[in-house]
């Protein structure tokens, strides 16, 4: 029983010592949201590829549209889901009354096919500053390869590009933005500007060989209230050739794909705290304050 209290004597002596006299302490910085909700805005059902639909439908026994509804309706979950760690959210589609406002939100945009950005692949984070410099580290964006045609003794010569394209979008109607932003107290709206699922063709012996993997593509455009395109790109996650259940799509790959975009989110490298060096704390005085 001495031993007991002895051993409590001595941590809250140690304790107390330390909190007047311990060492420097240096807070991380931390993040912060840079807007106060967000608005999920559906892929349109034109704005979806798939070169193996015929597959997707024999396994699923689904008609066309029926899966195009089934994966409009599940990437602005899956969205939610994942948005949520950082904002508060808010989707069009799962409003009863809101397909005047969905059209609202697509009447004020056009399309626009860019070259997709390129990100290093970078090691995971070692620790939480690790984790949160590599958010706001800008990704380089890949040098385009895009040359016009010309002409050539009186012939028309045309270049191939062959880097990969993403649909983008041009705000045309800001007024249509900002009607939604007062309505939905919305201030940043995530457009999922295309879906795709194709066979990834960029080996071709493993095209031959059959070990080839199919790519699920999000393509997005990330617009404030302004009008002004704040972030845009396209997520990609491979899976198996193999696989032709929309259900195991959606729950396997499709998260990935959402979580990936969450991690596109705006956000600033502000820290929380003014003073961010302090001493060590006595956690029992703030208990007892």
Do not use: W
């Amino acid at each position: 029983m001495r031993s007991i209290q002895f051993f409590i004597f001595s941590f809250l002596f140690l304790s107390r010592v330390f909190s007047q006299n311990g060492p420097d302490v240096v807070l991380p910085d931390t993040i912060k949201p840079l807007y106060k909700k967000v608005m999920i805005i559906p892929f349109e059902k034109n704005m979806y590829l798939c070169p193996v639909q015929t597959h997707l439908a024999q396994e699923s026994r689904k008609t066309h549209n029926e899966i195009v509804q089934f994966f409009r309706e599940s990437t602005v979950l899956e969205l939610q889901n994942q948005f949520l760690y950082r904002y508060n959210t808010v989707s069009l589609l799962h409003f009863n009354d809101s397909s005047k406002d969905l059209y609202k939100a697509y009447d004020a945009i056009s399309y626009k096919f860019e070259i997709a950005p390129v990100e290093k692949e970078e090691e995971p984070p070692k620790n939480a500053i690790d984790k949160a410099k590599k958010i706001f580290k800008k990704k380089e964006q890949k040098s385009s390869k895009f040359q016009r045609g010309s002409t050539n003794d009186g012939q028309i010569v045309s270049l191939k590009n062959t880097d990969q394209k993403f649909a983008s979008v041009v705000v045309k109607k800001k007024e249509n933005l900002s009607y939604l932003s007062k309505k939905y107290n919305t201030d940043l709206f995530v457009y999922v500007t295309e879906f795709d699922i194709e066979n990834d063709m960029s080996d071709p012996s493993a095209f031959v060989s059959g070990d080839y993997k199919r790519l699920l593509k999000l393509h997005f455009s990330m617009v404030n209230a302004k009008g002004e395109v704040v972030e845009k790109g396209i997520v990609s996650i491979p899976f198996p050739n193999n696989q032709n259940n929309i259900y195991k799509i959606r729950t396997l790959y499709l998260p990935l794909a959402a979580k990936k975009m969450m991690e596109k989110l705006p956000y600033t490298p502000q820290p929380m705290v003014q003073d961010k060096k302090g001493k060590a704390v006595n956690a029992l005085d703030k208990v007892k304050r």
